[in-house]
């Protein structure tokens, strides 16, 4: 497979309208990173409020309320900041299988946006190779 990454994605953020952060989502037992998205304070408070995983969508310019649709939703237990203040980890527990909005090949919503491991490819081009939970399809 080969890449086709969105470098211009933090311009687009920057243009959303909103002062928002980044935020890395985490699932709290197995410390997998689930997602990188980004929150507005609004969005901050909902999560807390909730105590579930809110954000604000850049290029929606709502919030987020992941699993709202999916069913996917994430409970939140923890936000920790960064020693700047300019970004978040949001600790969360899936309700149910998967984060991500894509699903596998078996139909069922992937655990974690980070399914797919980037290489240099042999052209010069970087390719990606997907992962499973137990290691590298190919």
């Known amino acids: 497979l080969s890449c086709h990454f969105d470098w211009s994605?933090?311009?687009k953020v920057a243009q959303c309208g909103?002062?928002?952060v980044p935020v890395v989502v985490q699932d709290a037992d197995s410390l997998q990173v689930l997602i990188v998205a980004f929150a507005n304070q609004r969005a901050l408070l909902q999560a807390f409020e909730t105590k579930t995983c809110v954000l604000w969508s850049?290029?929606?310019r709502e919030l987020w309320i992941k699993g709202a649709t999916s069913g996917d939703e994430l409970?939140?237990?923890e936000v920790r900041c960064n020693c700047e203040q300019n970004s978040l980890l949001y600790l969360v527990r899936p309700r149910r299988t998967g984060a991500c909005?894509?699903?596998?090949?078996?139909g069922q919503t992937r655990r974690s946006c980070y399914y797919r491991r980037v290489l240099p490819g042999d052209d010069g081009q970087l390719k990606l190779e997907?992962?499973?939970m137990s290691g590298l399809i190919t």
């Open 9 to 11: 994605k933090l311009g």
């Open 18 to 20: 909103e002062e928002v």
């Open 58 to 60: 850049t290029s929606r």
């Open 75 to 77: 409970e939140l237990l």
């Open 101 to 106: 909005h894509t699903k596998g090949a078996d």
């Open 130 to 132: 997907h992962l499973t």
